[in-house]
């Protein structure tokens, strides 16, 4: 299908925003920011299914699997659209930006089909198992294992820092598959239900006081043997091209939603006279070059990224 002209997409896109951030979804106007990220959150997941069923998740997937095939430029307007009109900080943003892709890149077709409806219908929550308390900027240091017993992955270990893990069904978890490889070998890529006896979620409470973290801890938990993406001992190449993709599209509405946060610090700064304060002044001068760097960084990536391949 020929995409729109960018200009009746973004009046297309705005005008559903403002007709469905309205009535039961009025009140998610603003919510769900950094450190409110508990918040409003049945009403949130209500608004990921809304989003679904009016085709607004994976509208840059392909329409032969379930998307609708739009290119970059388009889901930028999206993004800065959502971001415009305030729409509530997204609950699905992993199954939609991480796991979707790498599952079209990476993913069979049995795996596609299974797990791609549930994201874009925005009733399947994902969360991304990778850190772990000696494995952040390292993260071939890895440790979580797994061990293929029949028909099943049996795992054994802890993650940390796992984002909304509490709200999540799945988690895409970068596992330890061959004890006897080092480093980036050995390593697989396990798609891991959440709801079971084996995995126990403990949140990390913020200086906020709410928890977008979690902590994860796997005591025999369970996967099925052909829910590995990619071959197993593959893992890190898997893992990395959905790192590729993180920083996309969606950076820009982040971007955006950052943008007007700062807009009501500095708001509240010059009401408050408090910008004669140097080291106020400077602060808010250094939150504004981040902001121009995050959004020229994000534009850098989508120009590099040419023909649209995602994590090019
Ligand atoms: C908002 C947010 C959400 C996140 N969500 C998730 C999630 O959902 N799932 C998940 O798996 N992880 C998540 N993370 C974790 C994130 O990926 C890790 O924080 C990251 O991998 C860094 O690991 P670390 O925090 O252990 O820091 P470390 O790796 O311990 O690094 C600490 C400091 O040391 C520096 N450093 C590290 N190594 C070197 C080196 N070799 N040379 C010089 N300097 C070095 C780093 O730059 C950093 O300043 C999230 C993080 C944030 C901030």
Redesign the pocket.
């Known amino acids: 299908m020929q995409a729109p002209d960018e200009a009746s997409f973004r009046a297309e896109a705005r005008g559903w925003l403002a007709a469905n951030l309205a009535g039961e979804f009025a009140p998610l106007v603003g919510s769900g920011g950094?450190g409110r990220e508990h918040e409003l959150i049945v009403q949130r997941m209500a608004w990921e299914r809304r989003l679904g069923e009016d085709g607004w998740i994976g509208i840059g997937w392909p329409e032969g699997d379930g998307g609708r095939g739009l290119p970059w430029s388009h889901q930028v307007i999206f993004q800065e659209e959502y971001a415009r009109a305030g729409a509530p900080a997204r609950v699905g943003h992993?199954g939609e930006q991480l796991l979707g892709p790498t599952l079209l890149m990476f993913g069979t077709a049995e795996q596609r089909g299974r797990f791609l409806p549930g994201i874009l219908t925005g009733t399947q929550l994902w969360?991304?198992?990778?850190?772990?308390?000696?494995?952040?900027?390292?993260?071939a240091a890895v440790a979580t294992r797994a061990r293929l017993d029949g028909a099943e992955w049996h795992i054994d270990g802890q993650?940390?820092?796992?984002?909304?893990?509490q709200f999540a069904d799945w988690c895409f978890v970068?596992a330890r598959t061959d004890p006897a490889a080092q480093r980036h070998h050995g390593l697989s890529y396990l798609l891991v239900p959440m709801r079971q006896p084996g995995i126990e979620v403990r949140p990390i409470v913020q200086l906020t006081g709410t928890a977008?973290?979690n902590e994860l801890f796997f005591d025999d938990a369970r996967a099925a043997a052909t829910d590995v993406v990619g071959a197993p001992g593959d893992g890190w190449r898997v893992a990395m091209g959905t790192l590729a993709i993180e920083r996309g599209v969606s950076t820009f509405g982040q971007q955006l939603g950052f943008q007007r946060e700062f807009e009501a610090v500095l708001a509240n700064a010059r009401a408050a006279g408090a910008l004669a304060d140097p080291d106020i002044a400077a602060r808010i001068v250094e939150a504004w070059v981040g902001l121009q760097v995050m959004r020229y960084t994000a534009l850098t990536t989508l120009g590099q990224s040419g023909s649209g391949a995602p994590g090019a």
């Open positions: 950094p992993i969360c991304q198992g990778y850190s772990e308390p000696d494995a952040g900027s390292d993260l993650k940390v820092w796992t984002s909304l893990a970068l977008e973290f």
